[in-house]
């Protein structure tokens, strides 16, 4: 028999789950928000530093949080009832957490790494580059992907739509109708 998590052990992986996808959404709000206000800049003191805030709300309220929420939906599928690949919501919420983290590391990350570089050595010329508008965008649509896939998996969550997922046998089975048995 697999391992089941007490009720007492459930309900606090499920407050840490929660409470680290609350920070994710709202590490995401805060790109898309602090992403918005770098476009209308004044000087490029103030686009850097907007920048610099972004990196830091990317290291504390979205790197992390990504991870414990991953690991503790992770937990909960495995140590539960409801298994990893028992229920489609459950498998789309880790598809989605997976590719969402994938996405941060190797596009969002570089995109911001790319745009801080950039304002450091041109500052508020760096407004005028097509290249680093055109980076800014891809940042910002990055956020809001961000935002309506965690809002996407918090409605799954809740509502708990598509089903069971069906199990394939190995064998091809074939069921005989009552004429046939005749």
Not at 147 to 156: C, E, G, N, Y
């Amino acid at each position: 028999m697999a391992f089941k998590l007490s009720m007492k052990s459930k309900q606090f992986i499920v407050t840490i789950h929660v409470l680290s996808v609350v920070c994710w959404l709202g590490g995401a709000v805060c790109m898309l928000t602090l992403g918005s206000h770098m476009l209308l800049a004044d000087n490029g003191e103030q686009l850097y530093y907007t920048l610099d805030n972004m990196h830091v709300v990317d290291v504390v309220l979205i790197r992390y949080t990504a991870l414990v929420a991953l690991l503790t939906g992770l937990a909960l599928s495995l140590w539960t009832n409801w298994g990893l690949f028992k229920y489609y919501w459950v498998a789309v919420k880790l598809i989605l957490t997976v590719a969402l983290i994938l996405f941060g590391i190797k596009y969002m990350s570089d995109w911001l790494s790319q745009l801080i570089h950039e304002a450091d050595g041109k500052r508020a010329a760096a407004l005028h580059d097509a290249a680093f508008l055109s980076t800014s965008y891809s940042l910002l649509g990055g956020a809001a992907a961000n935002i309506l896939a965690m809002v996407f998996m918090t409605a799954i969550s809740y509502f708990k739509p598509f089903g069971k997922i069906k199990k394939r046998s190995g064998k091809h089975e074939t069921k005989l109708t009552a004429r046939e048995e005749r």
